[in-house]
């Protein structure tokens, strides 16, 4: 092999190498206090149907939502009628570029107001799941 040819293969190789771990490394980026997404049951209002939400895309909200109604339910341990639901937590990377590569809550509360703009507020979006309206909101918890 030619020693052009196997520099430039050395560098697609390095470039491939070095594209899989910026996919791979951001969610092993973790610094500060994390950030979940909060659902808390309110009064019945313009809400955005949680049946049309994909756990496999909305897995902040899923989670945030199972758990608030778990907790209605007096599920898990929790008090009966606490109708509060946490996510799963979600860190910023150290340097900031994380957000461009991974999945948040703040995509999903994005992506849930794009969805109907009359179920937000500038913070938080309402979303109807088992027949109670629950405010999703992302919140930083010390």
């Known amino acids: 092999m030619r020693q052009v040819t196997r520099r430039v293969t050395l560098a697609i190789l390095l470039a491939v190498v070095l594209l899989l771990a910026l996919g791979a490394l951001p969610s092993y980026l973790k610094s500060g206090d994390p950030y979940y997404l909060t659902a808390t049951e309110t ?39 606490n109708a509060t639901g946490r996510s799963g937590p979600y860190w910023e990377g150290p340097i900031g570029i994380k957000g461009a590569f991974t999945h948040s809550p703040f995509d999903e509360v994005d992506a849930i107001r794009q969805r109907n703009a009359a179920a937000a507020t500038e913070q938080a979006v309402f979303v109807r799941w088992n027949g109670t309206v629950y405010r999703l909101e992302v919140a930083r918890e010390p």
Do not use: C, F, Q, W
């Open 43 to 81: 009064e019945n209002r313009t809400a955005v149907p949680g049946d049309s939400l994909p756990a496999n895309r909305y897995p902040y909200a899923t989670a945030a939502l199972d758990n608030a109604s778990a907790n209605a339910t007096g599920g898990s341990g929790n008090e009966a009628g």
